[in-house]
């Protein structure tokens, strides 16, 4: 029907993006086609089929759309909405959420139009609504109980035989990793610490929930428990609300935090992204081939002046960031955890940002879709205001709005290093502790990944999704 579909294997019944569509999606050309010319045969396309040409439709679209030529890129919307449904297989729910966010990122073109629309719909999720999000994130996919298992393994051995034992928690939206930690601190042969929580968020309700939570159990332990509640958000924290007193023992945890520190809203930026955008109706020519090879350096060819601009070793770090990390050293901690996405969306550039986003929300999809019945209205929430709001800020935002840029652990340590920050090694028990845990859930596809100098990966298949570091100063 369309060249597309000719190198496409027939459909075994599998919806695994990892494992099928995205192997190919390296191959493709994306140089400007025409349109896919019968529609209504899209309908009756394999899944396999159905998902390369979803990853061929999204890519030349988000192209059109970084290119400013909306005729094109509305054209490939329709033909994306053909075929990509939130409730679908994995690569029909992702492409559902991209499509939005491709469709907003374009109609910011209009301010006005965008501004309207923007003010008619709730542009921060309700407190409720995101508690809730977080808590099916907690609970279908196993990278946030990781992160709590390995951090509190850390603190436990960093805390050996320390009497007063501080812990910073810089998003202290839910108690259960400190409920595991206390069961852990009463068991110390030499007894529990006195205990003290600083717990860091924007939403005083949240925070009186832990409290009370933590409070609770803390007393039928027997653990002296108190308890600091500092309501802000990250970028507005004073370091002197933390109440950090000489004699404790300092732990701090930055779990999926410290990427909101990076942005910025220098004109500058935005200006070589213009300049470097094609013009109007003429679309980037760009293959997942080539920014495989250049992210990785596999053929060996001089990255282009695009890449270099928007590489995150190229430019130097926000000065927001640099300083908070320099704060948080100036505090003297024993230890700092620290959980991050393990990929780069914070790209000045708009398709290398699509790109990499596609890789990386792909592969989240797909491990839900591999654990989780399509129906499940748990999973339906977490895609649409977690996962789905993720997407829109990295897609569809720019400057102070755009909140999601993650980038990876390499990077991180650079940043961390450059602040004073000495690398910890996790231990073995750390490690082991882990692997139980996914053992414990029942899926092949989670793997747990040692890297140099004790940091571990959280993966789906082999790809890392998530990092998790500890350091000191």
């Not at 369309?2 to 995205?22: E, H, I, K």
């Not at 290119?67 to 509305?74: C, E, H, K």
């Amino acid at each position: 029907m369309v060249p597309l579909m000719g190198n496409v294997a027939q459909d075994d019944g599998s919806s695994s993006v990892t494992s099928s569509p995205l192997k190919s999606f390296s191959l493709m050309s994306l140089s400007p086609p025409a349109l896919l010319p019968w529609p209504p045969a899209l309908r009756e396309l394999k899944s396999d089929e159905r998902g390369l040409c979803l990853i061929h439709l999204l890519l030349n679209c988000a192209n059109h759309v970084a290119a400013g030529s909306l005729d094109r890129a509305n054209a490939f919307l329709e033909q994306i909405a053909l075929l990509a449904v939130p409730d679908g297989d994995a690569m029909q729910r992702i492409a559902s959420h991209f499509t939005e966010a491709l469709a907003r990122r374009a109609i910011r073109m209009w301010p006005g139009l965008y501004h309207a629309l923007d003010s008619a719909r709730a542009v921060v999720l309700p407190l409720a609504e995101a508690a809730v999000a977080r808590r099916h994130f907690l609970d279908l996919c196993p990278f946030l109980r990781l992160s709590f298992v390995v951090a509190n393994q850390a603190i436990m051995e960093a805390m050996e035989g320390e009497k007063v034992v501080h812990i910073v928690d810089l998003n202290a939206s839910d108690p259960t990793p400190w409920l595991a930690l206390l069961q852990g601190l009463r068991a110390r042969p030499e007894g529990p610490p006195h205990l003290k929580l600083t717990a860091v968020h924007e939403h005083r309700e949240l925070l009186n929930h832990t409290a009370i939570r933590l409070s609770e159990e803390a007393e039928r332990l027997d653990i002296p428990f108190q308890f600091n509640p500092v309501v802000s958000k990250l970028d507005n924290l004073d370091v002197e609300s933390l109440r950090i007193k000489t004699g404790e023992a300092l732990a701090i945890t930055a779990v999926l935090q410290l990427h909101t520190l990076l942005a910025t809203n220098d004109p500058a930026d935005v200006r070589k992204a213009a300049q470097r955008a094609p013009p109007a109706g003429i679309t980037q020519q760009l293959s997942l081939g080539d920014y495989l090879d250049k992210d990785h350096g596999a053929n060996g060819h001089s990255p282009s002046a695009d890449s270099v601009l928007s590489s995150p070793f190229a430019s130097t770090s926000p000065a927001r960031i640099d300083s908070f990390l320099a704060a948080l050293w100036g505090l003297s901690p024993k230890l700092m955890v620290v959980m991050e996405q393990e990929s780069n969306h914070n790209s000045a550039a708009l398709t290398e940002r699509f790109v990499e986003a596609l890789f990386y929300y792909a592969a989240l999809f797909d491990c839900l879709d591999s654990t989780v019945p399509r129906q499940s209205v748990e999973r339906l929430r977490l895609e649409k205001m977690l996962l789905g709001e993720e997407i829109k800020n990295i897609i569809a935002c720019e400057g102070w709005e755009r909140k999601e840029r993650h980038e990876k652990l390499e990077q991180w340590a650079r940043r961390l290093n450059a602040a004073g920050f000495a690398s910890v090694p996790l231990g073995y028990y750390a490690l082991l502790q882990a692997r139980r845990l996914l053992q414990g859930f029942g899926c092949d596809g989670y793997k747990v990944r040692e890297e140099g100098g004790g940091r571990l990966m959280m993966c789906w298949q082999d790809r890392p999704l998530f990092s998790v570091s500890a350091w000191r100063c």
